[in-house]
């Protein structure tokens, strides 16, 4: 059973840092693109970054570069997500999601395509 357990979601101030895992499990890492999605209230779920298994390329959603830096430990099966001067915009539930058959470049503009999800971890900025 494929399973994507994210963590490190929490409440920071405007201006603050969170480094967000991702444990994956049930499949072959390096077979799967593996990303960073999110969902604010209200909002269509977007993407922020996906590493593609075709290339092992990372690909970042235009308006997402600059704050946000995805990583991958593939020893440990597990990506990460460090947000740096968050913003109340960066307010949202925060996804893990794997897809077998694309490039992450597909998926980052495209989440609905994705194959499984993790349960999200919620990240909150206050003003």
């Known amino acids: 059973e494929v399973q994507l357990v994210e963590s490190g979601g929490g409440l920071v101030q405007t201006g603050g840092s969170l480094r967000l895992s991702c444990v994956a499990s049930g499949f072959t890492f390096g077979d799967f693109s593996i990303g960073w999605f999110r969902q604010a209230p209200g909002k269509e779920r977007e993407g922020v970054s996906c590493?593609?298994?075709?290339?092992?390329?990372?690909y970042y959603a235009d308006s997402m570069e600059g704050r946000f830096t995805m990583s991958s430990d593939n020893a440990k099966n597990t990506v990460y997500l460090q947000i740096n001067d968050l913003k109340p915009e960066d307010t949202a539930v925060y996804y893990c999601a794997v897809g077998r058959r694309y490039s992450g470049l597909y998926y980052v503009h495209n989440p609905r395509y994705l194959d499984v999800w993790g349960q999200g971890t919620l990240v909150t900025v206050s003003s």
């Open positions: 590493i593609s298994y075709i290339d092992g390329n990372t």
